[in-house]
């Protein structure tokens, strides 16, 4: 009996058109498997509050009992579990006023609620905080808000870079007659908003 025969170079590689000829027969050659690329990462979902994209809280009765002058963006010093709270949502700045006191500048009446996982470090929700801004803007504020009918109003707090900020604002207390002007305005602003909604549905 013949020994068998070894196929050559060329008759392994196979001819156009046919099917790839193996070194031995009743076997076949394994391909490797293909390469698939793996799935892009999902990224998180950021948070339009902590990343500043929206306020967390703003105080819209400002505009309404004060007529709003120059403003000033500060930095308060704060607990963990408040910042926590801010972020969550739990600020109300209706309330609140700033003071200077001994060339420093406070917030009080600012509530902040607490947060739920704070464990044993639970703030008072609405204990005084001290403000961080510039001497100079301090120095200004001092003279302005000895003027008669002048207070420091907190007009919203937002993140920046992932501190709490909040913008203080000069204000002039309001009469009754201004502050029916202000509501008689803005119910205007309101209809006119409303009857052009209504136009371009129709």
């Not at 070894?6 to 196979?14: H, Q």
């Not at 600012?110 to 905080?129: K, M, V």
Request: aromatic letters at 4%; one cysteine or more.
């Amino acid at each position: 009996m013949s020994p068998a025969r070894v196929p050559k170079g060329d008759e392994i590689r196979g001819r156009p058109g046919t099917e790839y000829r193996a070194r031995y027969k009743g076997t076949a050659m394994a391909r490797p498997p293909a390469m698939t690329n793996p799935a892009p990462a999902r990224s998180a979902k950021r948070d339009p509050v902590a990343t500043g994209e929206r306020d967390a809280a703003v105080n819209r009765a400002a505009s309404h009992n004060y007529e709003l002058q120059e403003r000033i963006e500060c930095g308060v010093v704060l607990m963990g579990s408040e910042v926590k709270s801010i972020r969550a949502g739990r600020a109300n700045l209706k309330d609140a006023y700033g003071l200077v006191k001994d060339g420093e500048l406070w917030l009080l009446n600012l509530h902040i609620g607490s947060y739920e996982n704070a464990g044993y470090s639970h703030h008072e929700p609405t204990r005084t905080r001290k403000l961080l801004a510039k001497r100079d803007e301090i120095r200004k504020l001092i003279g302005k808000t000895q003027q008669r009918g002048m207070a420091l109003v907190p007009t919203r707090m937002y993140f920046r870079k992932g501190k709490v900020k909040v913008e203080l604002a000069l204000g002039r207390g309001k009469q009754l007659w201004d502050k029916r002007e202000t509501e008689r305005r803005r119910t205007a602003e309101r209809e006119a908003r409303e009857a052009v909604a209504r136009a371009r549905k129709s």
